[in-house]
Nanobody
């Protein structure tokens, strides 16, 4: 069974930094899998923050581009989100998401989707 456990959240002041971690158990990354970080502020929808693909490609939301870096440590089966220059509007619960490619049909991955429990990030001014 795949489990995701986030850690590293906390309270920081404007301009501070945090590194979030997402440890995955029950499965190992493959080149067909994708890891994402999402965030959800109170009363708002969950939005994608960053993505890292199996081969290591990355993509970031415009709102955080230049301030966040997603990375992966395969030996520890862990994904990280380094966040710098944090702003109060970055306050949210942050969730890691594992899109596992369980089989390929007509050249497309059929995805199983897994989520962590979330870790709270609070940025004060």
């Amino acid at each position: 069974q795949v489990q995701l456990v986030e850690s590293g959240g906390g309270s920081v002041q404007l301009g501070g930094s945090l590194r979030l971690s997402c440890a995955i158990s029950g499965f190992f990354f493959s080149r067909y899998d994708t890891m994402n970080w999402y965030r959800q502020a109170p009363g708002k929808e969950r939005v994608l923050v960053a993505t890292i693909t199996g081969p290591g490609g990355t993509n970031y939301a415009d709102s955080m581009k230049g301030r966040v870096t997603i990375s992966r440590e395969n030996g520890k089966n862990t994904v990280y989100l380094q966040m710098n220059s944090l702003k109060p509007e970055d306050t949210a619960a942050y969730y890691c998401n594992f899109e596992r490619c369980v089989r390929i049909v007509q050249g497309m991955c059929v995805i199983d989707d897994y989520w962590g429990q979330g870790t709270q990030v609070t940025v004060s001014s």
